[in-house]
């Protein structure tokens, strides 16, 4: 679980995130708290990609693609896929390939991970899927 709700509370009100008054109703909302928690992560690690991928509350847990090694990322206006090795086993080692990918992809638009799904022929290789919003 979220380790230090204290802290995300600060963190959200520091950064304006959301308005002070209202930290206490998103922070018993459980979407809204992971949304902060991956949100805090994501400028800390200064990534340019939104995890909106709702199956960790802690990104230095074990993934559940343990067989995954390599991730692979299709361009949304392109005939092209980027693929990427996943270098380690927790969420962000998977993070940190999703925003690689999506760097290498040039893609500007499509930033809101949302998606993973493991190759149906090779469990090897995780595909993702990325959207323009974050819902």
């Known amino acids: ?21 209202m930290v206490l109703e998103i ?17 800390n690690q200064n ?5 909106r991928f709702f199956e960790t509350n802690d990104f230095s847990d074990k993934s559940t693609y343990q067989s995954a090694k390599v991730l692979r990322y ?7 896929c980027v693929e ?3 270098d380690g086993n927790t969420w962000k080692d998977l993070y940190i390939a ?6 290498r992809s040039h893609d500007t638009n499509h930033l809101y991970i949302k ?5 149906a022929l090779n469990h090897e290789v995780l595909i993702l899927f990325t959207g323009l919003t974050g819902t």
């Open 1 to 21: 679980m979220i380790k230090n709700l204290c802290y995300i509370k600060q963190e959200l009100e520091k950064n304006n995130i959301i308005q002070s008054d």
């Open 27 to 43: 922070l018993s909302k459980n979407v809204l708290l992971k949304v902060g928690y991956y949100e805090i992560f994501r400028e």
């Open 47 to 51: 990534f340019k990609s939104f995890w």
């Open 74 to 80: 299709y361009q949304h206006f392109a005939d092209e």
């Open 84 to 86: 990427v090795n996943i």
């Open 98 to 103: 999703a925003e690689s990918a999506i760097i």
């Open 115 to 119: 998606n993973f799904q493991l190759d």
